[in-house]
């Protein structure tokens, strides 16, 4: 293998300028449509179209996106689409990608409410939304040992996100307290114990 063929593996690809736009706003507007759930369980789909099969942008990237996605106020979904479409091409690429993603759930829920009444008590669709919620609890769950493999969790430090997970679900802690504590913990290991180690 000689080094373009290296170099090509190593880099994400990005798509060309002309035709990035129009890409990128129909990439997010599809996992806009065709998650269930939004939120949390866009994370594999955006993974698996951005970073898998497009390229985009590197896993340990991704990962970085998700947390600082995750500790910025707003929709998580709105979030990490717009620091992917900066990330690729600044503004005018977080304008593409959150439109995208945040379009597609305006429609729907815009013809919901023009026709709620009509289906509310609907057996079938409430059928279909028993289905609906196991999925989506594994759409969450499913990238999460994707996400930990980048994220080198380990036995040495598995107790992190051990007790991470119980602080928000027994204590009710905020999870942007828990980033930010992290982020000070990470920074503080690097500059004073890492050198000596």
């Known amino acids: 293998m000689n080094k373009e063929d290296i170099s090509s ?22 996992i ?4 269930l759930g939004g939120g949390y369980a866009m994370i594999s789909t955006i993974q698996n179209e951005v970073v898998a099969k497009k390229k985009w942008i590197p896993e340990d990237q ?20 717009v620091f992917v479409g900066y990330k690729l091409r600044k503004t005018p690429g977080a304008i593409c990608t ?6 597609p759930s305006f429609l729907i829920i815009l013809l919901i409410a023009l026709f709620f009444h009509h289906f509310i008590d609907n057996p079938a669709v409430a059928a279909i939304f028993r289905g609906i919620r196991p999925a989506v609890v ?17 036995l040495a ?4 996100p051990i007790i991470t997970a119980l602080l928000i679900w027994l204590l009710g802690v905020n999870p942007i307290y828990i980033i930010i504590v ?10 004073f114990i890492k050198p000596t180690e």
């Open 138 to 154: 594994a759409l969450i769950a499913a990238p999460t040992f994707t996400l930990a493999k980048q994220a080198k969790i380990s």
């Open 157 to 160: 430090n598995c107790w992190i």
């Open 98 to 103: 959150c439109l995208g993603a945040i379009l």
């Open 62 to 81: 991704f990962v970085d996106l998700i947390a600082v996605a995750q500790s910025c106020p707003g929709v998580f979904a709105a979030n990490i689409s």
């Open 182 to 191: 992290a982020g000070l913990a990470g920074f503080l290991y690097g500059k």
């Open 32 to 35: 806009g449509t065709f998650t």
């Open 9 to 30: 593996t190593s880099k994400p690809h990005h798509p060309s300028f002309n035709n990035f736009y129009w890409e990128a706003f129909k990439t997010f507007f599809k």
